[in-house]
Each structure stands twice: as C-alpha cells, then as structure tokens.
C-alpha cells in the first residue's frame, strides 16, 4: 500500500530536480509538473476507497501521532487532495503550450511546488505543519503572481505579498497561543483538550488564526488581494488560485474552527461574512470589464456560497459546501483556462473582446458556456447540484437566520447569472470586434483544448451523476465534523 | 510591577508585532511597509521562543558538562522559529525583488501611487 | 412505451441534431421534423396512460421519477404538437442564417425539457426540467442579435430570480417532509401549518408566475417575445409560458389539493383571490398595452400577458368550471398565439424582417392564406363564437358570474374588448388596405409555413364548434385535482352548466351567412376595382401611402397613454439600475492601496476580539 | 484620520492580547510558562528532552526537533527557502528592459584581497556549523546562512566576481533531491518517512545521531546554495 | 320541432322588418323634430330595394365577406333574444311560449359576442378598401364600442349578478314574477339608457359614420348591394340592442305585441334625445362613456354585490 505521504514528498522531489532537468534538456521541465500531478491523482484515488473506510494517519520519523508530524489522510483530505492532482494535471498540461516567455523552467518549479502546499495544507495533521505548507503555498503563488513581470502583475504579487505577510504573522501569533496553551502541536492533541483552557485565551488564538487563515481564504473582508492576484497571474495560475488555493485557505479555516476548536458559537458570525463575502463579489464582478477580474470577483462570491455552507454547521452544510468546492474548481479552472487563450488571441481582456468568440474559437467557447452555466448553478451541470445543496442544507437548518441568509445569497447567484449570462451572449451573439485579427480565428493548441474538453466533460459528468462524489462527500463532512472521531482515529484510542 | 513582570517578554514581543502592523497600515512607503512586516516577524518570532522559554532554563543541547534533561527549556518552539525565520526571509527576499520591479515600473515606493489595480 | 421513450427520443432528437447540421443541413432538418412529428405521434399513442416509475435513482439521495397522468398528457399534446408545428415552420424561416444547427438544437431542447416537465413526477425533476428550459429558450431568444440580447439577459435574469424562489421553496418542503416526490408530498403536505404552507406556495407563485408572465412579474415577455426568432415566439407564448401554469395547477392542486388551498385564508384575502385579482389586472393593463404597440410581435406579446391572465384568473378560482375554462384555455390560446406568431412570422420572413404595423399593409393579396388563418386566429383570440378561444373564454365567465365576482368578469369581459381592438389592428396594419409599392411582389409563405398556419387554423375552428373533443380531455384531469369535472357533450354542455350547444349556433350562423349570400348572389354582380381607383379616382397618390394605420387608437391613446405604462417594468429597470449604481459605488472599497487592505485584515481581527470581549461569543 | 483609525483597531487587539495575558487569565505562578495550564499533560518539550538522546543519539535536541521529530516541516522549510529562490529568480528575471546599471567602482585591493582570503574560511566555518549541528548549537539553517554570508562578502567584496548561478542550481536541486531522498528511504526502509534508520552511533560524538547529520549536511548545502542564489539574482547577474 | 323552425325563421324576418322600420322612423322622428316634414316610414325600403338593383364596386373577397358577416352576425344575434311571450315553467326553458329560439345556448354571454360580429365584419370589409376614411371609421366604431362596452358590461353583469344566471329567458322570466329591472337596478337602466345612443350609433355619437367630415366612415367605399345590406344591419343591430334593452330592464313582453311596443317606446326615447344633440368627437364620447354612466352602473353593481353578499 502506498503512503499518502508520497503525494508530498514525491513531487517536491521532482520539483527538486527540475531545475537539473531544465539544465540538461531545455524542453524536459514543462513535463514534470504533469507528472508529479499524474502521480499525485493516482495515487489520491487510489488511496480515498480506504480512506472513506478509516482516515489513514501516517506519522513522520516513526514516532506515534503527538510526538511528531503526522499527516490525517481522511475521507476530506484525500477528496481535496484528488480534486488538487486533477485541477493540477489539467493545468499543467494547459501550461506546457501556454508558457512560453519568461522563466519557464522556474515556473513549472513553482507550479508544482504551489500544488504540493495545497495538497500539504489539506493532509496535514499538525498546526505548525499546516503554516508551512500553507506558506509554500503562498510564497509559490506571490511569485507565480508576478510572473509575467508586466507592472499589474508585479504591483498584484507586491499587494497579495504584503497582506498574505500579514496573515501568516497572525497565524504564527494563533499557532504560538496555542502552543502555549496546550504545548502540543497535534491538531488532534489540541482538539482534544480544547476545554481545558479558558475560552477568552483561545479564543484571540482563533480570532488569529481565522484572519490569517482567512487572508488565503478570501473571506470578506480579507480578500482585497485576490481580484488583483487572480487577474495579473497568468490563466493556469488563476485557475490554480481560484480552484485550489483559495479553497485550501479555506480548508485551513474550517479545520481550524471545526476540528481544533469545535467553536460552533461563532459560525453566525461567519454566517454573516460568507453573505457578505458573496454579495460583494457578485456585485464588484457585476460591472467588471476585465474578464479575469470578474472571474476573480466571482471566485469571491463562490467563496461566499462554500463558507455559508460550512457555516451550516450540520453535516449536510458541509457536504454541500464541499461539493460547492469541487463544482466550483472544475467551473472556475474550466473558465480561467479557456479565457486564458482568449485573452491569448485577442491580446485584450476586456470582456467586450470575447465577442463572437462562438465562431472564431467554437470549442474553447463551447467549454466556456458550460463553465458559465455550471457557475451559474442551472442543470444537468454540476454547479446546479452543488446549489440545490447548499439551498436545501439551508433550508433543513429550519432557522430563520439561516433562510434569510439564503435568500440573500441567491440575491447573489442572480447577479452572478445576470453578468455571466450576458458574457455567454457576448460569445455567440454580438459580432466581433471590427480589428479582430486574423489569427484570433484559431483554436488553442491540442494542449489546451484537452485540459478545458476535461473539465467541461467533467463537469457535465458529475452534474449528472453526483453520485460520483456524494458518497466522498458525506464522509469528509463527517471527518469535518466529528471532533471525537478525528481525535481517536490520530491519537489512538 | 509584579504582574506585569512575568509577562514583560510577551509586553516586548507583543509591542514590536503591534509596531511592525501599524508601520504597515500607515506608513506610505513600500520599503517601510515591508519593514513593518519584519519588525511583526521579529515580534512573532520573539514570541514563539518566549512561549518555550522556562525561566533559569538552558539549552537544550546535551554536552559532557550537561547530561541531565531537567532546565532545559523547551526546544519545540525553538525549531519552530527557525522554520518562522526561514519563511521570514523568504518573504523578504520575494518581497524585495517584488519592490525593486514595482520601483522600476511606476518609479515610485509611495503606496499612494502604486494603484494600478482597483476596484 | 411510456414517458421514458418519449423524453429519450425528445432528448436524443435534441442532442443530435446538432452534430447532424455539422454533417448536413438536409439530413439536420429532416431529421428534426421527423424527431417532433415522430413526438406527437407518440404522445398521441400513448395518451391517458398512467404510470410512474423511477428513472434515476438517488441523485444527491433523491430519487427521479417519471409520471404521467391526465394533467400531463394534455399538457404533453399541447407542447408536442405546438414544438412540431414550429419545427415546421422553422425549416425555411432559419434557412440560410448562422448557428442553424444550434437553433434546431436548442429549439428541440426546450420542447423535450417541456415535455420533462409535464413528465415529472418529483419535484426535483421538474425544477431541472424547468431549468434546462429557461436557459435554452433564454439562448433562443438571443437568437435574432441585436436587441435579442437585451431581451435574452432580462428574460434569463428574471427566470433566475423565479427558479430561487422555487428552489427555496420546494426544497422547504423537502425539509419539511423529507420527499420531493409529488404523489407522496401530497399526501403528507397538510401536516404542517398553513403559514409554512402558504410561504411555499407565495415561493412556487414567484417562479410560476414569472416564466407565466403573470402581473406583475411579466416584464421579460413583451421584449423577449417580440425579439425572439418568430417559430419561437410561437413556443414561447403558446407554450413555455403555460409551464407556468402547469406549474400552478400542479402545485395549487395535485400537491396542496383543495381543501388545504382553500383553506389558505386571512380575513379578508386568501391566497386564490389574490391570485386571480392579479389575474384580472393581468387581462386589463396589458391588454390595453397591447393596442397601443406598433410591433406586431410586440402586440403580440402583450396580448400574451393578458391571456395568460384569463388562465389564472380561472384556475385560481378552484372551481371545476373555472379550472375547465382555464385549462381548456390554456390549450387554446397556445394554438392561437402560436398561429398568430408564425403569421407575423410569415409575413416578417417574406417582408425582410418587417414587423412594424405601420409599414405594412395589403398583403391580404400576397398571402391570402396566411390572412385566413391569422383571422381565425385573431377571432379566436378574441372568442368569437364557432372558435375554440370562445369556449374556453365562456367557461371562464360563466365561473366568474357563477361565484359572483361582477369585477372580475367586468375585467375580463373589458380585456376582451381589448384584445377585438388589437386584433383588428394587427390584422387592419398587416394584412388589409393598401399594398405598399415595394411589396407588390411578393410571394405567398412557403408551404411549410403555410401548413402549420392551416392546421392551427383547423383545429381552432373545429374545437369551436365541437368543443366536446377537448373538453373530454380536459374533464378527467379536472377529475384528479379533485373537483368535479363539467358534463361537457360533444356540442358544448348541457343544462347543468349552462346551456351551450355550438352545433346549433354554427348551424344558425351558417345558414344565416347562406341567406345573405343567396340574397348577395341575386343582386347585381360587384365590379372588381383597383383600390386607387375609388379612392384616389386612379390617379396617383402624392405621398403614396393613403392607408391609415399610424397611430391607429390615436383617441384612445390620447386618453390613456399616462395610465397605460409597463409600471412594473420601469419600476424593475429603476431598481436595477439603482443596483447597478450602488454596486459600482460599492466597488470603490477595494482602494488600490495595499495599506486600506491591510486595514480591513486587521479590522476584521479587531471585529473578532472586540466582539467576544463584549459578548462572550464562546 | 488613518492613523487614528489605525491605533484604535490596534488598542482593541493590543487590549484583547493583553487581557489574554493578564493575571486574570493566566494564574499566579504559571506565568513563566504559557503552557503551565496544560501542564498534565504530557509536554511535548519534556518528552524530547528526557527521551531525544536516547532516541536519535544527538546531543542538540533542537536539532533533533529540527530534522527528526518535525524534520518534515523542515522539508517544508527548505521547500519554503527553495521557492523564495526560484521565484526571486522568476520575479527577476522576467525583468523586459535592464535598467542602466551603473558600473560600481571595483573595490580597492585590500578589500579584495581581504574578501577572497576570507571566503573559504567562512565556507569552512559554515561547513563545520552544519556537521556539528547535531552536537552544538546550529546547524543546516545556521551554516548555510553562514556559508551564504561568504558569497555576500564576495559579492560585496570582489566587485565583478561573477557569482555562477548554475553551480548553485545544480547543488540546491541535489542537496534538496538527497533531502527527499533520505526521508524516502526512511519509508522504504521502516514505513515512515524521515525515519531515523541509521545506527545511532555513541552519543555526543561526530558519528552519531544517524542520519540526522546526513540531511543537516543536505540542508546546509541547500541553504547555503539557494541564499547564494538569492544574492546572485538581487545582484542582478543572474541571467 | 315545427314550432323551432317557424321560430328560427320568423324572429330573424320580425327583426329585418322591425329594424328597417325603426331606420325610417328615426328619420322622421327627426325631421319632426326639426320642423321638417321628413321622409316617409317606408323610405329605407325603397332605399334597400333601390341599392339592391344598382352594381357596386368591389375591392376583394373580403371586402365582401364582410358585409355578409356583419348581417349574418346580426341576424344570428336576433335567434338568442327573447322577443316577448310568457314563461310557463322556468325550470325548463325549452317548454315556454318564448319567442327564442336559440335560448338555450349560451345566453348573455353568446349575445354578447355576437354582437360583435356586426362592428367586426364592417370593420374588416372597410379595411380592405385602404380608404383613409374607412379606416378611420373603423378605428372611431371600435373606440366607441370599447367606450360603451365598459359600462354596458358593467350593467350586464350587475343585471346577471342580480339574477344570478346568464340566460336571458330566466331573467325575463325573473322580471316577469318579481318585477321589472328598471326597479330592481335602476341605476343600471339609467346608464344603460345614457349609452343607448352610442350603441345604436345616433347622435350625438354617430361620429362613426359621420357623412360630413369621414364620408360615411366604414360605409365609404361601399355601393349597391353592399350598401343595401349593410342598411340592413345597421336595422337589425338597432333591434337587437333594443331588444335588449327591453328583456334586461322592462320585463320583456307577454306577448310580440307588447314586447315591440316596449321597444317602440324606448327607441322613440332614444331619439328624440339624439335628435337634438349634436354629434361629438370620439375622445368626447370615451370620456362621456366612462364617466356617468360607468360610474352609474358601477354604483349599481356594487350595491347588487353588496345586497348579494349581506
């Protein structure tokens, strides 16, 4: 049986040597984050059956569970994992033809690594441990951020640097009470004597560790960052920040208010943010005439939708929110991938430019529509059944706070519905821009149509059969929720 | 005197990340902002080894002179720091690259002016 | 061979005509012509039918199933033969233009979805069903560009805002009854009070009433009727709208039944009443719109809304004869409509794309056939006696002055005033007086045109004047929703209702027409004359066009223009726009200035600290 | 009006910190240790103490902590160094058009000669840093910011010394691989990755502590490598 | 059976020559009223007779169709109004001395409706002349009819809410028990008498036909048989609105007898009012029709719902 700690270690060791390789032959380094992610898919796959049976705990330096860093492969952690390898090779795949210019050695270095501190965030079992591979992951990203090195792109990497600083100092500050509160590190260990502690003291040690966290997260109103990061990265890594590294942040937050804590009391309060979250981001990307940024803004509204979810409390809020969180990374990526040779062609991102794309570019515009509705939560998409989920795991809260709340946030998905449907129009209705150019009249390379042709199939796929995750689901909100059990399951009995 | 004696190394460590946050949120000036970071770094840092700090405590470290384990302090917040202080450098390091590439696109350090991107 | 089949082969037929166009234009259109005849047919077949079986078990835990019943059937002809009929009419009207493929394609989606929702037999099914036909109609009518886009978004926005409402509120009753399947929910629906009751049924009531155009929540309808491509329109107004009402039917009287739904009841309104309150506002105001247009489809449309409120004013009357009327109403108004549109449809496709009733004129000489059928249509519209439209219409009058509501009827009864006004000003605009020069040579509409018209034509005429066949119809479904069905006879209905025998008036009338002719015949033989000729004494016409139609209603717009506004529109615009504004102005948060953002993070860590300092939180 | 705004939000967490380590909260005599309040538990700080040696046979627990017990968020931590130097170079190196450089002034020779007498000592001393981590105070992290700190002197001593960037690519990416490559074979060897497979060796001397002197010799290479690197690309001769 | 037929043939040739009569009589009332010695009764006749001879001019099929639809309409109308007779026994109305044939299909509602088959087939027949005058003859007819159909509808219903039933018969059957409809809802006879003249189209609301400034408006094109037909049913619509008026407010008749007599009465009412006003304009007449008598008969409806529901 393999280890899940494989999914770590073996891509940052091929990350390692890619450097080498880009020494050796040129061409080599634009195949290896495919690999890694291959790998990683694989082996998450085969590992979740197992996983939904009994979380997998795998300790580190051969020590038991509190002695050292141990990683908590549960149903949650592996279903995340999965989603990360996939949204991971496609994009990688996608970047092979689509990063041409600049350091490209050093960006497949850091897409993998990226990649590798989102699967680190989601595995780990230790708090400590949790920061780091939540740092790789943001430093990854800074960097990648700033990559095509144009002034949006690098004042984007500057702005999200200094606030994603900020956060992590808060998250060290939260980690460093919680250390001294219980001198352990274990998230298990923590959980377990969280009751012990008097709650004012942990509680400036959540209130730390949800807004560093949350800075990831882009939780209102923590998420100034991630319209200007999501829009100045190069589209692979929009879709990587917007499917991925988002929802690791908010991973880290859920862990961290459900398992460590278990503090249920504030989740009206969260309640509260994730509308605000959302209503914000549909409303900012409502008039946005950069496409990237709308699809950034939008991202903050989904993320409103998943923390609302999660907020729920209950099992079938979680597992609603978390199917939010898959239909999301499938949409999301999907759209920031086919936009991305839009842009590419057109040399413009004004929403305007993708006019009449529906004939110049019909596949890469047909997965785009898919995308768009999926997002916009209309069936047989998986977007409409993530909806329904979330809509009826509010509506089972049977708390008027909760009904209000949703009535809210579909406020929200009308305005999402209003724009995104006005740029499918756009793609099949309004004639071209008069100076398109000729080469605008061409579809993205193999490399990329395959990547967006996955997704949307994908996305189709599980909107008919949600089957396919539903089971998954219901398990990782169960290791989301279940404190007791996660404790037993690291600690032993 | 007394209260506060015993937390006088958190009254330190705390101060310098208070400092360092609100270097950030004021001052203008891209190369002072990331100053502040590092002076909350510092704070942090500070922080992470005080939690593990047992007063009279030494080193962790076992030499010929010092067998017995007792009075040694913690040394878990000790490896810790020196992961915080590694990431504390790797920020700064990105974080002065990024300065010098935003200086050469806008020819200016003054946050006011670096608004590129908004709403 | 039940519903399954026929949903697979709609739903295939949809599927693959697209790849079809990629391959030939020909084999595409045969193809979907045989797909939604090939429907009908099997819907016929298999009518009245009853079963239920799941067809997908346990998507997110529920299970989807299949029903049919009367209610179903009747709606399923309906949608099947108004589908095929626009079909037909589409293979010459979109021949030629771009995204062909697409439009047949989504075109038999929309009616396959239609057929899915009549099928279903949980609500969850129905809601997808419901949904795949918002977005399919909504990427129809963006169809003709242009100003289409306007109409699309609106049109799709407001679906958006209809299908949350519905979503919330059926999955209210899931979490209040842990079942979304109709005959089950039925049963166990009264367990909870009337006030949850009543929110869900105010919840279903916004989306029904949105896709069914009901005031005020009709604002998409004029302009997405008027811009879709024309086959459409006919879909839209003569059946994806009565989506909307098989929705409230389904809702109102399988699923809350009528003794819950009567029960809903304050002291002085109850939930029906207000419902066909805004049915009769919905008859008055759109109506009187609808004569003020000078776009034929847009007349249309409007004509549309107003119809739509007869329907609801029937149906929410709870009444065996009002939801008999309503429903008999609803089949007839999607044939007439339906007819109406691929008239103006016709005569846009061989006019250039000219629907302005201003421009038009004499093409009674051009397209004669085409004239005929639209009469039919308009005077079934109207509900003039011998039409089908009569019927229904008197059914729904009969309920009113049965149950004593004088105002309502008086709505009702004024609305069909109206619609005589508009009638004849889309039938006087288009088809009569003058022939503009540029027309003169115009060609008749294609057969494939003409045939839908003709069949549309037929089937008014000989449901009026033997309503009995769709009234048989009609009488089981209103049997199921629990009432007593109306003893209807091939010829009309017999005494218990009200005497009504259309036999006997069409003969009467027959032989009434017979007399004058025979009286006509033995006078002297008329002399043909150029229309000039009497009026003009044959010489030309200095500004070539004598036809009055410009402002044709002038007095009566004069009179009413200030009253006679879309109020609801406008009031939807002000809001969105004011939304727009504030969203913009909200915008402004994010600053630009990394220091603001920094702010926000620690503001909201302050938020944190604050609040538990102060409250206790946890 | 902003610093205004600013010293209120930081009064409300400054009080909220403080009243977290108030007397009130805190107990009287706990207040050396944060942890005192958990202090029947078993402490994680203790158990290495009393039980490291034993354990991995380093006399520096703390670098025993380090590579072992968290030695996988030091992977991270090298990980975390490996990308500030990857991306450095990317945010750099993407530079479109090179800002005129002004040529610097060659520095005069005492200081040259100065620095390259002093370059293979402070390697040296580096090197011995990370050997020695596991029995003194240091190691990789330590030595290799001391080993880095010669190629800064060079940098700042021997103006036009050219710093070759691909000798630190290659070393940073074995070094890292020979890391990764150590903790496989520990899950190879023993079902856990980073598992301390080697024989201990007798405590306190040079060869002991079994692999963890291995990998701090990865990490000081690495460290040092990719902090070199990082000078090389902020001197912008990196290409 | 027999009885049915000599019905359905009899009432359509009493309306024919009652509503001729009534065209001369209207003129002569008229000129009397005007200090004129006028043109004899029988004019209209000899008018029609004349017309039916002359050759008139044609436009198209339906421009004649829709004479013949306008007089068939009207004729057909004529079948569904009781014209006088007793009730014997109001639970059947198919066994009584009524003279209606087609009582028992549909009742008001039906009349209703086909009254619109006069102004429908003028307005389509003039239509396709591409007259400007005829046209907007048309457009001024159908202004009028919705502007009188507003209260005439709201008198309709107040008199059927009144009975509760929407048969004619029943309600003159009502009438004959328990007392006339004038009585019974006044204010509806009132406003229904107020609006009398805009249905039948004299003055001051004859601004349909209006000679002088439209050339006869929906008549302008019109010749010869045509022409003489179309006189024919401006007779009978004069009948039937009459007729009405009569068997909704007056208790119909007991016999033809009576029942013509009743109708003399109020069609001489009517015009002698007419005869001294002048004709007005169209948005006169909308504004006159909405005003007195729709708010007459509203009144009258909501007293009858009120006392309905007390």
Known sequence: MVSPILLIAVPLGLAFITPLLGLARKGAPRYVPAVAMLFNLLVSVSLLPDALRAPIVVRTAGWAPPFSIHLVAGPLGLLLSSLIALIGLLVAVYGMDYIREGATTRYHVLSILILVGATGVVLTGDVFNLFVFFEILCISSYALVAYWGDSASVEAGAKYLIQGAIGSSFVLIGIGLLYGAFGALSMADIAANVSSVSSFRLFVSLAFLITGFGVEAAVFPLNAWLPDAHSSAPSSISAILSGIAIKAGIYAVARVVYTIYGAQSILPFVALLSVATLLIGEMCAFSQNDIKRLLAYSSIGQMGLIVFGLAMASATGVSAALFVVISHALAKALLFLASGYMILRTGSREVSSLNGMGTRMPLTSLCFTVGAFSLVGLPPFVGFASKFMIVRAALETADTFFVVLLAIALIGTVIEGAYFLRIVQGLYFKPAPQQAREETRKEPPLSALVPVGVLAALIVAVGLYPGLVERALGAAANDLLDRDSYVQNVMGD | MSLLSPSIHYVGCFSLVLIGLYVVLVKPNLIKVIIGINLMDTGVNLFLVTVGYIQGGTAPIFSEAARQPEGMVDPVPQALVLTAIVIGVSVLALALALTIRVYGHYGTLDLRKIKGLRW | MGAGAILTVALAGAGLSYPLGLLSAKVRNVFATAVSALLVCLVAAAYGRSGEHVYYSGFLGLDLILRTDALAWFFAITVSLVGCLSVVFSLRYVRGREKVSFYYFALLLVNAAMLGIVFSGDLLSFFIFWEVMSWAAYLLISYNRGRALYAGLKYIVMSIIGSCAMLVGLLSLYAAHDTLVISELAERIGSRGTGFLLGVLVAFSIGFGIKSAMVPLHTWLPDAHSEAPSPFSAVLSGILIKMGIYGFVLVMYALVGLKLLLGLRGAWVSFNSVLCWLGAIGILIPTFIAVLQTDAKRLLAWSSIGQIGYIILGMGFATSLGLTGALFHTFNHAVFKALLFLAVGAVEYRTGGVRDLNELGGLIKRMPVTFACALVGGLGLIGVPLTSGFVSKWLIYKTLIAEGHPFLALAALVGTWGAILYVYKLLHNMFLGQLPEKYAHLEAAPFTMRLPLVVCGSIIILFGILPGIPLGAVGPIVGSLGLEPVQATLTGFGPQVGPLNMVSIFAAAALAVLAVLLVLRASAAPRRVAQEDSYAAGSPVPAGRYHHTVRFYDPLEGATIGYLRDWADEFYTRVAGGARGGFDGLRRIYTGDVRNYVMYIVCLLAFLIFVQMVWHIW | ?239 | MVTRIIQLLLSPLIALAVGVLFLGLSRKIIARIHRRYGPPLYQPVIDVIRMMSQRSISHGSLFELGVVLALAGSLVTVLFIPLGGTVICRQNPLAHGVLCPLSSSGGLLVVMYLMLFGPLGLALGAGDSANPNASIGVSRKLLLALAYEVPFLLVILAVMSHYRTISITEIVARQQESGWGVLSVPLSAVAAFLILPAMLGIRPFDLVSAPQEIASGPLAEYGGSYLALLAVQKGVHLFVVIALYVDLFLGGGVNLATFLVKMLVVFVAAEMIAAVLPRIRIESAVRFCWKWPTALALLQMAITVLSKSV
Request: proline share 3%; with cysteine.
């Open chain 4, 1 to 239: 009006m902003r610093r205004l705004i600013s010293l209120s939000l930081l009064l409300i967490v400054a009080l909220g910190i403080s009243l977290c380590f108030s007397g009130a909260y805190f107990g009287a005599e706990g207040a050396n240790r944060a942890g005192k309040l958990a202090q029947d538990r078993v402490n994680f700080g203790q158990r290495y103490n009393s039980r490291g040696l034993e354990e991995n046979g380093a006399g520096n627990i703390v670098a025993s902590v380090v590579v072992n017990y968290r030695g996988f968020d030091t992977l991270g931590e090298v990980t975390v160094l490996f990308i500030a130097a990857v991306g450095l170079a990317v945010v750099l190196s993407t530079r479109r058009e090179k800002p005129a450089r002004v040529r610097a002034e060659p520095a005069s020779l005492v200081v040259f000669t100065g620095c390259r007498f002093l370059f293979p000592l402070i390697l040296l001393l580096g090197s011995y840093i990370f050997i020695h981590g596991h029995l003194t105070p240091g190691g990789g992290f330590q030595g290799g910011a001391v080993v880095a700190s010669g190629f800064l002197l060079v940098y700042l001593g021997c103006r036009g010394k050219g710093l070759r960037s691909a000798g630190f690519t290659v070393t940073e990416s074995l070094s890292g691989l020979a890391f990764v490559v150590l903790a496989l074979v520990g899950l190879a060897v023993g079902g856990s990755l980073l598992l301390n497979f080697l024989p201990k060796g007798s405590a306190l001397t040079l060869f002991s502590g079994g692999v963890i002197p291995i990998i701090y010799v990865a990490i000081g290479l690495k460290v040092g490598s990719e902090l070199g690197s990082i000078i090389a690309n902020l001197s912008g001769e990196a290409p």
